[in-house]
């Protein structure tokens, strides 16, 4: 099946550096979601997006559904160690039409 | 304050058995989902149901059997378990509709199968 073009695939940074990451798809959403999930745990949802430029945070978390509704961004400021996991999108169309990124694996190196 | 639950957390099985994994949501979510989980393969749907007693075929849906004859429980069947069917399985439950479409996961099943 479909899977949404999610970037960079893996990343190495410092404690305390920002962190962005992206999801584009040649299809329109109506709704973008972005999860993170730890080994052997099921994914849980960070942000929900609904409107076409909404910005929206979730403490140091800052996520925006982009103006053409084909792409969404993820940002975390002053990364820590408890941010390492896999973080993906899922793009969201009619009634729970749902695709998944590829995701995004994220180490932090205190 | 549950929220979602899976059942069990994880299980060994043999080639032909069937096993019955459950799901269990306290949001009383109109949707509920089952997706497996693969290396390369990311998340795959298996079935949904949009309501009780209302279900639909997903993108992987051979080899399981779904039911949903209550709101808050959606078990999963495998008939006659494959070596192909070891994987991790999620069940989520979400919204839909008023523009605040979600999904939430379970803690996912690990399931071998031998």
């Known amino acids: 099946g479909q899977q949404l073009n999610q970037s960079p695939q893996s990343m190495f940074i410092q404690e305390g550096e920002d962190v962005s990451m992206n999801c584009t798809s040649s299809?329109?959403?109506?709704?973008w979601l972005w999860y993170k999930q730890d080994p052997g745990e099921g994914p849980v949802l960070l942000i929900a997006l609904y409107k076409a430029g909404e910005l929206t945070s979730n403490g140091r978390l800052t996520a925006q559904f982009g103006i053409t509704r084909k792409d969404s961004f993820l940002n975390i400021s002053a990364s820590i160690p408890s941010d390492v996991g896999i973080y993906f999108c899922a793009g969201l169309g009619g009634y729970q039409k749902v695709t998944f990124g590829t995701g995004t694996k994220l180490q932090v190196i205190p | 304050d549950a929220g979602i639950t899976q059942s069990p957390r994880y299980k060994i099985t043999e080639t032909g058995r069937q096993v019955t994994l459950m799901c269990h949501q306290t949001w009383s979510h109109s949707y509920m989902f089952w997706y497996r989980q693969d290396l390369g393969h990311g998340l795959r749907l298996i079935y949904y149901s949009a309501a009780a007693d209302i279900t639909d075929k997903g993108e992987v849906p051979d080899g399981y059997v779904v039911s949903r004859s209550k709101t808050e429980n959606f078990p999963l069947t495998l008939e006659s378990a494959t070596r192909s069917q070891t994987s991790v399985y999620f069940c989520?439950?979400?919204?839909?509709?008023?523009?605040?479409?979600?999904?939430?996961f379970g803690p996912g099943t690990r399931l071998t199968v031998l």
């Open positions: 989520a439950s979400g919204r839909a509709g008023g523009g605040t479409d979600t999904q939430y």
């Open positions: 299809s329109i959403f109506n709704t």
